[in-house]
């Protein structure tokens, strides 16, 4: 998510970190800033915004030591500023990280009673005031105290950190959250992703989780967090400046599509609680009390978040038994719709800057609504207009097409719909408890998934140059469909529509001739049977029919052209896997079109104007 760059040996550090930080500025950040030991003590210079802002910073307060840490944030806890910007300091130590520590309450709660003060909101202070208090008890190095640092830490973490007391290295450790090591001639860098150390060295490595490493101007010694030894030479990287940020993908979309998995890992951290059946949220602000009173749910939101929220709305119904409404934010905003204190108004946008949805916020808090944001940028107009929020932690999306903001966002919806249930009793903790393990079942149902990109890819092949495609759901598969439909007109500018399979005979079913594909979003659900009699009416015309079925319909496969497969999975969470393949099939076909993927004509990523 945030940007890492560290550099040991004997050039002057400042210049190498601004450059490497330059070269991840596409992946987006709130603010940025260096710490850089002078041979003497370790200066800090941050700055909230641009990296302009930290390159003037830094024009006043030069940097001059040639050890130094760089980074990038793009916030998760604490809103961007420049007090939450990293480098994050405590005593003789600085720290930089990318992640989140799922324990951080609990560990920012046992430092400040034993007289830690804090000078910021983030989860990453705590990591370095727990390597201070290790080097304060009589750790001997940087590295021992980091080692017993991560012993109480929980979550995803890159982390690198420098010691007063320790001029001539960089300490760094891995879990779950990129890091990768440069070996220089007579210098060493470290990075949370390639582009970051293009401009020193092509020589990388790369650490594996519960790793972590010591690095000096000679080189790198890595160990795993128990302390044994680990080998590994570095790997020559070719790849260009411009593939490099795209992690070798041919399109941002695509790597946000191939992220999925760790973007849902990194939305669950931390907010479930097995034993209980439990959502763990403090930011969302609904107690009890305020669950049941709550007598209407209204879900506003625009295009792809439209349509996660039209899923959101019937987990909703389902596990909280309160109505839920979705409305189309740039169509309440001028109904003079009716709003009052016992509404809840939930807000899902992955910019958190839509105009209409910002407009539609507004007024249900004039008409007395609570209303709660659910977004990916954190501190972003519409949370900040709204009582409480659920941030997704998808990272940064840069595709204008939704794809990974859209599955987080199903994700938070989910368990707001879980916290809703718990909370008024519709819930009990062994039903709450079943629906969280299926959740933490998803990354691995989403890889399972996208590991089936070769049948996805024949399919088209077969269909690139259709000019229209219709895409059918029922229930859950229906909002599925409509986001499918929405990715293939958005990226390959063919014309498709997304239709509930029940509407089929009240119209499109006159579309359908041999040369109109359908793609049915059928995987097995209490709707099959219904789903599948839409399917024989489908061929019943000669339609050609793609159906994403659950593995193993041999059923489906006897009647459909083409089937995608999703793996057998609990009917609450299928449609995050499931518009999997309806993502994949619209980038295919785009590609093969030749289509500018990230940057389809006339779109633009946040939509700040009505
Ligand atoms: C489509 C897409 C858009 C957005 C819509 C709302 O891929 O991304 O339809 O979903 O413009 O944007 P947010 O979610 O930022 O409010």
Redesign the pocket.
């Known amino acids: 998510m945030c940007g890492i760059v560290g550099y040991v040996g004997p050039k002057k550090a400042a210049p190498i970190l601004l450059d490497g930080l330059r070269r991840l500025e596409y992946r987006g950040y709130d603010s940025a800033g260096l710490a850089v030991h002078d041979g003497r003590e370790i200066e800090v210079v941050r700055a909230a915004g641009k990296l302009e802002n930290l390159a003037s910073a830094l024009e006043q307060r030069p940097l001059g030591g040639s050890t130094g840490l760089g980074h990038t944030r793009w916030a998760t806890h604490g809103r961007p500023s420049e007090q939450n910007a990293h480098p994050h300091a405590a005593g003789d130590v600085a720290v930089v990280h990318n992640g989140i520590i799922e324990n951080y309450l609990e560990l920012k709660h046992e430092l400040q009673a034993s007289g830690v003060r804090f000078a910021s909101d983030t989860d990453t202070e705590i990591v370095a005031h727990l390597i201070h208090r290790a080097l304060e008890q009589g750790a001997p190095t940087l590295f021992v105290a980091m080692r017993q640092a991560l012993g109480r830490v929980r979550g995803a973490y890159a982390l690198a950190a420098i010691s007063r007391r320790e001029p001539d290295r960089l300490v760094i450790a891995k879990n779950a959250s990129p890091l990768v090591v440069g070996v220089g001639e007579g210098e060493t860098l470290c990075g949370s992703d390639i582009p970051a150390l293009l401009g020193s060295t092509r020589n990388m490595l790369f650490l594996e989780d519960g790793e972590m490493a010591e690095l000096t101007a000679g080189g790198v010694r890595i160990e795993t967090v128990e302390g044994k030894p680990v080998e590994r030479a570095p790997k020559r990287i070719d790849w260009s400046a411009v593939q490099a940020e795209k992690g070798g993908y041919k399109h941002f979309m695509l790597k946000e599509i191939f992220e999925q998995p760790r973007a849902v890992e990194d939305t669950l951290r931390g907010r479930i609680n097995l034993d209980e059946g439990d959502v763990v949220e403090a930011e969302l602000g609904l107690d009890a009390q305020a669950a049941r009173t709550i007598e209407r749910v209204v879900l506003v939101?625009?295009?792809?978040?439209h349509h996660a929220s039209l899923v959101g709305r019937y987990w909703i119904e389902q596990l909280a038994r309160v109505p839920a409404h979705t409305e189309l934010a740039s169509e309440v905003r001028y109904r003079e719709p009716v709003f009052g204190p016992k509404d809840l108004v939930v807000a899902?946008?992955?910019?958190?800057?839509?105009a209409d949805?910002l407009a539609a916020v507004k007024a249900a808090r004039e008409g007395g609504a609570r209303v709660l944001a659910i977004a990916n940028v954190l501190g972003s107009a519409i949370p900040r207009a709204s009582q409480g929020s659920l941030y997704t932690h998808a990272g940064p999306e840069i595709g204008?097409?939704?794809t990974k903001?859209f599955t987080t966002q199903l994700v938070a919806l989910l368990l707001l719909a879980v916290h809703l249930g718990r909370r008024r009793g519709t819930l009990d903790a062994e039903r709450g408890r079943e629906i969280l393990q299926a959740m933490l079942e998803l990354p691995n149902e989403m890889r399972w998934t996208l590991a089936r990109k070769a049948e996805i890819h024949q399919v088209a092949r077969h269909w690139h140059n259709a000019p229209h495609m219709l895409f059918l759901g029922r229930g859950l598969g229906y909002p599925i469909a409509l986001e499918g439909a929405?990715?293939l007109k958005?990226i390959s500018y063919a014309h498709a529509e997304g239709y509930a399979a029940g509407e089929m005979k009240h119209g499109p079913i006159a579309l359908i001739d041999e040369n109109m594909p359908v793609v049915v979003v059928m995987p097995r659900d209490r709707q099959y049977e219904k789903t599948l009699s839409n399917l024989q009416e489908v061929r019943a015309r000669d339609g050609q029919v793609i159906a994403v079925v659950t593995e193993g319909d041999a059923e489906a496969k006897k009647l459909a052209q083409w089937v995608l497969e999703l793996p057998k999975m609990p009917e609450l969470t299928q449609p995050v896997a499931a518009v999997i393949p309806l993502q994949l099939l619209a980038y295919y076909i785009a590609d093969l079109k030749g289509t500018d993927v990230d940057q389809p004509r006339n779109l633009a990523k946040?939509?700040t104007v009505e």
Do not use: D, H, I
């Open positions: 939101a625009c295009g792809t978040s899902v946008s992955q910019s958190g800057e839509t949805t204008v097409a939704s903001c929405l990715k958005e946040t939509v």
